[in-house]
């Protein structure tokens, strides 16, 4: 069974549309910061060596709902979004990965139901064997994150 913390990674690779908030602490520890999101999700599949991979992209966008950075300067603003953005996206990538092997090497189960697009691009007559090639297969997680508002702050 997958800990609940895990099943918002989950349904971010498994769905389209999916909103929630990501907490944040900051290196310093000093800093957090709460985004509100959105993300979209799409699914492409190739073969390569042999081998299906699978590229599950997510697009994130954001406002920013609780931070304690500082923006008194005009100029920091920038900055500081893009250090959050990068923050939240390094986050995700790490998380989403570790949940992508447990699938695979632990549960070996499509619980991302991204199988179907093997299927729909190289035939129900491969159905077999698609499925069973899942733990061998690659997959991908790539973020576009974007933050759209800093909320009160700015």
Same mark, same amino acid.
Request: glycine content about 4%; aromatic content about 8%.
């Given at each position: 069974?997958?800990?609940?913390?895990?099943?918002?990674?989950?349904?971010?690779?498994?769905?389209?549309?999916?909103? #929630?908030? $990501?907490? /944040?602490?900051?290196?310093?520890?000093?800093?957090?910061? @709460? +985004?509100?999101? &959105?993300?979209?999700?799409?699914?492409?599949?190739d073969k390569?060596?042999?081998?299906l991979?699978?590229?599950?992209?997510?697009?994130?966008? #954001?406002? $920013?709902? /609780?931070?304690?950075?500082?923006?008194?300067?005009?100029? @920091? +603003?920038e900055? &500081?979004?893009?250090?959050?953005?990068?923050?939240?996206?390094?986050?995700?990538?790490?998380?989403?990965?570790?949940?992508?092997?447990?699938?695979?090497?632990?549960?070996?189960?499509d619980?991302?139901?991204?199988?179907?697009?093997a299927?729909?691009?190289?035939?129900?007559?491969?159905?077999d064997?698609?499925?069973?090639?899942?733990?061998?297969?690659?997959?991908?997680?790539?973020?576009?994150?974007?933050?759209?508002?800093?909320?009160?702050?700015?």
């Amino acid at each position: 069974m997958i800990p609940i913390e895990e099943a918002v990674y989950v349904n971010m690779l498994r769905n389209s549309d999916v909103k #929630g908030n $990501i907490s /944040l602490v900051m290196e310093d520890y000093k800093s957090a910061v @709460d +985004v509100e999101c &959105i993300t979209k999700r799409k699914v492409y599949v190739d073969k390569a060596d042999g081998k299906l991979k699978y590229t599950i992209k997510l697009s994130l966008q #954001g406002e $920013i709902k /609780l931070n304690t950075f500082n923006f008194n300067e005009e100029n @920091d +603003v920038e900055k &500081i979004l893009d250090e959050i953005e990068v923050q939240l996206t390094n986050n995700l990538i790490e998380n989403l990965n570790k949940i992508v092997e447990r699938a695979k090497n632990d549960y070996e189960i499509d619980v991302f139901d991204i199988q179907k697009y093997a299927i729909a691009k190289y035939g129900r007559e491969n159905e077999d064997k698609i499925r069973e090639s899942f733990k061998d297969s690659e997959i991908e997680v790539v973020i576009n994150t974007k933050i759209r508002s800093t909320g009160r702050y700015k």
